[in-house]
């Protein structure tokens, strides 16, 4: 096994095809599976509900902006502000 994380499984592509039910129901019971093609990772089985899980992840930006953050918890600025025309 590679050094994918704890609980995942590595299965070649011809084994993966051969035995989708089982890798699903694996998937399904929290065993996430790399498939790779000539020893290389090229996907990534895992459940429905982990994947809406991952893609529910907000993007940094947004974080940021939630962040109740006050002016003298940011640094300095170091240089002048550019003017933008919308």
Do not use: N
């Given at each position: ?42 996907a ?15 993007s940094?930006?947004?974080l ?23």
């Open positions: 096994m590679s050094s994918w994380k704890v609980g995942w499984r590595e299965i070649q592509l011809r084994d993966a095809k051969a035995t989708l039910s089982a890798v699903i129901d694996k998937a399904r019971q929290g065993q996430p599976s790399v498939i790779t093609r000539h020893g290389r990772p090229e990534v089985l895992l459940s429905f509900e982990e994947w809406q899980r991952l893609s529910q992840v907000p940094f930006g947004r940021l902006m939630a962040a109740s953050l006050e002016t003298e918890d940011l640094p300095p600025r170091s240089g002048a502000l550019r003017r933008i025309d919308l």
